[in-house]
């Protein structure tokens, strides 16, 4: 028969060699699900830096560091910030679509109460210049109990008004 070797648990007892592989397999796997991994300090930046591109209106600049952020971190637990930031550029850059998947992933992965209320608020804004008008209904009556009463609650109460009006929900729209 082969050694087996051993160390210590806990306690001080012994543990055999398969026994603590089997513990070493089980946390591993743990670590690599999703969520449980975070952006490091250089990736951090680049999420930063992306956002000051798009600040200066430099849309491809922010959506390479994102696409290469994304690409690269997408079970870290601050993603659905690169996400969001990307939906924001492909608005800007007329890529509806695409902006609307970007919303949905960023509000899917999303632990901060700001960021789901951020890309809620965006992809009703999408639903509603399309003229989907349930869609942006839905997605604001979802909204606007969770807004604080500043800007830009005051377009969205507007928005979610006329689109509740298009789809015949009249006492709900005067609510607004």
């Known amino acids: ?4 070797t051993s160390m210590q ?3 001080g007892g012994r543990v055999g060699r398969r026994r603590a592989y ?5 946390c591993l796997t743990f670590s ?5 991994t975070q952006l490091g300090p250089a990736e951090k930046q680049t999420l930063q830096q992306a956002n000051q591109l798009y600040g200066k209106g430099d849309l491809s600049g922010a959506c390479s560091r994102l696409d290469r952020l994304i690409a690269e971190h997408d079970h870290a637990m601050e993603i659905a910030e690169a996400y969001y930031l990307r939906g924001l ?23 901060r109460d700001d960021l789901t209320l951020s890309a809620q608020v965006s992809l009703g804004s999408l639903a509603y210049q399309r003229g ?3 869609g942006a209904a839905d997605l604001f009556e979802e909204v606007l109990p969770k ?5 830009p609650k005051d377009d969205v109460l507007f928005m979610a008004g006329l689109a509740m009006q298009r789809i015949g929900k009249w006492k709900e729209a005067t609510i607004c």
């Open 147 to 151: 807004m604080a009463l500043r800007p």
């Open 132 to 134: 989907d008008w349930a």
């Open 9 to 11: 648990d806990e306690s």
């Open 32 to 36: 690599l699900l999703p969520g449980c």
């Open 22 to 26: 089997r513990t070493i397999g089980v």
């Open 89 to 111: 550029c492909r608005v800007r850059a007329r890529q509806f679509g695409p902006a609307a998947k970007d919303f949905e992933t960023a509000i899917r992965k999303s632990q």
């Open 1 to 4: 028969m082969g050694h087996v």
